[in-house]
């Protein structure tokens, strides 16, 4: 079991930056594939980004790809998400998950959620 607590959520004027940290429970965060979604008000919860156990895969939403960078230290068990030249589009709750499978920078399937952090983007 793996729980996962997302802060650094807040709101930020279009153009600005927030970096979400994500922080896991247990000794095995080194072996999980981790990833980012969002839900915005009224729609279905999306795929943002995804990062392999060691880092060495990652993979974006087509939307954030060149803005958003995915990042994590393992001995911290802790993963990022660096949010640059935000967008009144981004505005969401934004959670964190994890997925057993680690070996991958997968888009689904992850099998352990966070509560989630709002992040609003003002234009």
């Known amino acids: 079991q793996v729980q996962l607590v997302e802060s650094g959520g807040g709101l930020v004027q279009a153009g600005g930056s927030l970096r979400l940290s994500c922080a896991a429970s247990?000794?095995?965060?080194?072996?999980?594939?981790m990833g980012w979604f969002r839900q915005a008000p009224g729609r279905e919860r999306e795929f943002v980004s995804s990062i392999n156990w060691n880092g060495g895969r990652t993979a974006y939403a087509d939307s954030v790809k060149g803005r958003f960078t995915i990042s994590r230290h393992n001995a911290k068990n802790t993963v990022f998400l660096q949010m640059n030249s935000l967008k009144p589009e981004d505005t969401a709750v934004y959670y964190c998950?994890?997925?057993?499978?680690?070996?991958?920078?997968?888009?689904?399937?992850?099998?352990?959620w966070g509560q989630g952090t709002q992040v609003t983007v003002s234009s």
């Open positions: 247990g000794r095995t965060f080194g072996n999980y594939a």
């Open positions: 998950a994890a997925d057993r499978a680690g070996a991958f920078a997968p888009s689904e399937g992850f099998d352990y």
